[in-house]
T-cell receptor, first 110, second 111 residues
Framework: SQQGEEDPQALSIQEGENATMNCSYK?????LQWYRQNSGRGLVHLIL?????REKHSGRLRVTLDTSKKSSSLLITASRAADTASYFC??????????FGAGTRLTVKP | DGGITQSPKYLFRKEGQNVTLSCEQN?????MYWYRQDPGQGLRLIYY???????QKGDIAEGYSVSREKKESFPLTVTSAQKNPTAFYLC??????????FGQGTRLTVV
């Protein structure tokens, strides 16, 4: 079963705007990760946030984690056309595994 | 260069055939994973392994088998028991509870 669920399923914005994607999960976790996938390719790791962290930044990316609500958000600031991709959150409900949500398809229009 | 390699990139299977997808990593990672991705969908976990000679079933293990005889290798066999194997298969490796590195995938089609 899917552990994480991303919201929205699809998001379309103009270049320069911010994009926010959300992830909700069902069980306790050790950490939560965000990945990006360009069409037909493997996934690329973006950022990892541990269960005892609340916020993390990496370049134009900002991730928050609320373990009480079992949710996380990924913010991409000043988006570019090259950010067009699918974004997935991944959690480790069994501590040794890694399960993904269904993803958010982001389209950034030039 | 360190990395994770999947082969082949494209694979065609006849009805009733078993096929094996290769996944090799030289990152010295203990953990390896296999996922299935259907068009427009997320990744579903097939099998994972945290150490050599040990592996666990994921959410959709039926019709698949794996082995982990070497740290570097985690091949996936799609058996004839898997009735709908056409999909994109992704392999990944990681240190425990860490960032995962993915291969470029194998696209399997039943002909």
């Amino acid at each position: 079963s899917q552990q994480g669920e991303e919201d929205p399923q699809a998001l379309s914005i103009q270049e320069g705007e911010n994009a926010t994607m959300n992830c909700s999960y069902k069980t306790s976790i050790n950490n939560l990760q965000w990945y990006r996938q360009n069409s037909g390719r493997g996934l690329v790791h973006l950022i990892l946030i541990r269960s005892n962290e609340r916020e993390k930044h990496s370049g134009r990316l900002r991730v928050t984690l609320d373990t009480s609500k079992k949710s996380s958000s990924l913010l991409i600031t000043a988006s570019r056309a090259a950010d067009t991709a699918s974004y997935f959150c991944a959690t480790d409900p069994q501590r040794n595994d890694m399960r993904f949500g269904a993803g958010t398809r982001l389209t950034v229009k030039p | 260069d360190g990395g994770i390699t999947q082969s082949p990139k494209y694979l065609f299977r006849k009805e009733g055939q078993n096929v094996t997808l290769s996944c090799e990593q030289n990152l010295n990672h203990d953990a390896m994973y296999w996922y299935r991705q259907d068009p427009g969908q997320g990744l579903r976990l097939i099998y994972y392994s945290q150490i050599v000679n040990d592996f666990q079933k994921g959410d959709i293990a039926e019709g698949y088998s794996v082995s982990r005889e070497k740290k570097e290798s985690f091949p996936l066999t799609v058996t004839s028991a898997q009735k709908n194997p056409t999909a994109f298969y992704l392999c990944a490796s990681s240190i425990r509870a860490g960032e995962a590195f993915f291969g470029q995938g194998t696209r399997l089609t039943v002909v």
